[in-house]
């Protein structure tokens, strides 16, 4: 006769607490959407404001907020906020809205929202190598098949763009800019944030945008605030990224990091260029050229290969859930 049944390793009971999958794709949804119209609204709020001020002040607004609300009754003793936890808020921050969202901001002065968006769609390729590199993962065949397709992609665009004569300084900013998403993407998966979501994205999002505001100062935009100057469309512009973009997007986004396949989470680099593409031109005359429209097709076929390639889901088990851990692994990761 058997004993009584071993109990449930912790990380199984993680396993077990996996959120729905429903609730993944409605996360995921909601940054597709969101995001696809924040590259306007970063367009529009630097037409009078400047570019990293503007870029630091809301994440700062949005993360003093979300942390005042988040962090007034304390919901478990065992979830520290020290020294640990700010330090990996400053290097996520660091990547994810400090060099990431500031290169953005700072491509699109001389680059079309547009362009700028779909050069994101590297995002996926920086996170595939270096994940294949650093965590020694192995390629699962149709995620790989879709990364090439992302990057095929985004090289039709940034040619076309050189063919109208778009300065070669900030396509590489943009450039620049999915290498530093990737990198804070990678890194926010492990690192030592408060358990409570809430409270870990509105540390992030102090960090990074405390950051950002210094980048700023220091390349002297002080000089050139003028709040005579400010524009209606600039402000409410402002006003939309912090509670739309900051707040509900970001705080979806880092969600998804921690519970969603970090591959099925990096196909947003390749939707939401679309929606901002077909926004800039509708709303700021942006043109629209076929060679654009083509790219777009072929990183909408990767996304379709790439999120075609497994489940939703991270899997939290341990080494020792042996053949069935490894298939998994295989399904998560891009590389």
Do not use: C, K
């Not at 959407?33 to 590259?39: D, K, N």
């Not at 940034?158 to 396509?171: K, T, Y």
């Not at 540390?203 to 390349?219: E, N, P, S």
Request: charged fraction near 15%; aromatic fraction near 8%; charge should be neutral.
């Amino acid at each position: 006769m058997s004993g009584p049944p071993a109990p449930a390793t912790s990380a199984d009971e993680r396993a077990s607490h996996r959120p729905p999958t429903w609730l993944i794709w409605v996360a995921l949804g909601i940054v597709y959407v969101i995001w696809g119209t924040t590259y306007l609204g970063i367009r529009i709020t630097n037409e009078t404001l400047p570019p990293l001020i503007a870029a630091g002040t809301r994440f700062v607004i949005a993360g003093a907020v979300l942390f005042g609300v988040s962090t007034r009754r304390r919901d478990a003793e065992d979830d520290p906020i020290g020294r640990p936890q700010w330090l990996a808020a400053l290097l996520v921050g660091t990547g994810l809205i400090a060099f990431g969202n500031g290169s953005v901001v700072l491509a699109e002065r001389t680059v079309p929202s547009g362009t700028v968006a779909l050069i994101f769609a590297l995002v996926p390729l920086w996170i595939a190598l270096w994940d294949r590199f650093a965590g020694h993962r192995r390629l699962q065949g149709r995620v790989g098949i879709g990364i090439l397709l992302g990057f095929l992609g985004a090289a039709l665009l940034v040619n076309d763009a050189r063919l109208a004569d778009v300065p070669i300084s900030g396509l590489l900013l943009a450039v620049w800019a999915s290498m530093s998403w990737a990198a804070g993407s990678l890194f926010a998966r492990g690192a030592l944030l408060p358990h409570r979501p809430l409270v870990g994205n509105a540390m992030v999002m102090l960090a990074g945008g405390t950051i950002t505001l210094a980048w700023g100062i220091a390349r002297g935009e002080l000089s050139i605030v003028e709040p005579d100057r400010f524009s209606a469309a600039s402000i409410l512009a402002l006003g939309y990224l912090v509670v739309f973009g900051s707040w509900i997007a970001f705080t979806a986004y880092v969600w998804l990091l921690r519970n969603a396949r970090t591959s099925l989470v990096a196909t947003y680099a390749w939707v939401t260029p679309m929606l901002a593409v077909y926004l800039g031109h509708l709303i700021a005359d942006e043109t629209l050229r076929s060679r654009s429209l083509i790219a777009g097709g072929v990183v909408l076929a990767a996304v379709a290969l790439t999120v075609s390639a497994g489940g939703v889901a991270r899997d939290d088990r341990g080494s020792d859930a042996g053949e069935d851990r490894r298939t998994q692994d295989e399904a998560e990761v891009p590389l």
